[in-house]
């Protein structure tokens, strides 16, 4: 039975409005961007430009930062100012809640320096005195010309309309269940509050649609729907992730389908540091997403074999690593160097079983002697064995032949 493509291949993007956020273009034609949040206090201004830098330098496109106060709003065009003077152009948002309308207002340079605004639904929503928050942030929005995210998130949905749904649910002969209400609610808070920022004046093509959840079941279902109804750019993410592999898994799980889909304009992968942990993760996961489901390069990929009984030394697992560390280090250095450098696939296996046949896939590959049975390493360039290395150089050789392979 031949192969059907269309099972094969992930499905066209969905096409969106697309949104300039300071000069990065979300939606639209544009490939599907990387952003990540910082986790300081805005008002300390040194450790949110360190953090900002660091998360840009990663590779994140665009980094959010909380204004939760006036001392934050106050230090946002000062953060803005370090960062052009680092040479960071990286488009910084601001996550507004509660008093983002008060706080725009009384910091006309916090809404300047901002490339774009967060506003959660839930919190600024459809109520009454509340509606009157949401309509000052966008006719601020407006006012700047900027474009705003309409962030809805299950954990701070509008209890009023979700209540509403309810009941309307429980009239219905067939009710639907109450996961199924809840996930409307969510679609709803979010359609709602951009038709409500459009009847204001703000342009289609200055809103940004989140919907985030905490159970990728329900993630699919809820971007699912709402992709099917507009065509608002879409920001992913699995909210409350949570810690390593299980915060991995679950938002690779989660937003791989939805990619998959053509479904997701902008992702962040919402993972908790450990205490004093390195925030670039959620950048490095998100690029690596991205990456292996073929939809962006952004770092050489190395391939290695997990091993097994046929490997006697953890050679294989070290020259992995070395080669890895060595492409993390330089990459800022090699992208100006060498254009294109990101599409590069190096292959580090175990032995011969597997390692000729994947070095041979790779750009450059080798395949480090297993067992005794076989004490040469043959090298692989461009599909093509270039070398036979042996004896206790080997992985020094072959990590020289990479980079030399990388200069040419
Ligand atoms: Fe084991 Fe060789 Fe396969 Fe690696 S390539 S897993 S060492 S058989």
Known sequence: TPIDPVLADPLPRRRTVGVNVGGVLVGGPAPV????????????VDSTVAQVAQLARAGSEIVRITVDR?????????????LDRLGLSVPLVGDFHYIGHKLLADYPDCAAALAKYRINPGNVGFKDKKDRQFVDIIEMA???DKPVRIGVNWGSLDQELLTRLMDENSALAQPLSARAVMRESIIQSALHSAALAEETGLAREKIILSAKVSNVQDLIAVYRDLSRRTDHAIHLGLTEAGMGSKGIVASSAAMGIL????????????LTPEPGGDRTKEVQVAQELLQTMGFRQFIPIVAACPGCGRTTSTLFQELAETIQNDIRRNMPEWRERYPGVEALSVAVMGCIVNGPGES???????SLPGTAEVPSAPVYMDGVKVATLRGAGIAQEFHEMVLAYIER
């Open 33 to 44: 961007v990387v952003q990540s949040m910082t986790n300081t206090d805005t008002a300390d």
């Open 70 to 82: 006036p001392e934050s709003a106050a230090a946002v065009p000062r953060i803005r100012e370090r």
């Open 142 to 144: 407006i006012r700047h």
């Open 259 to 270: 990619l998959q889909e053509g479904i997701g304009d902008t992702i962040r992968v919402s």
């Open 360 to 366: 041979k896939h790779a750009d450059i590959g080798i």
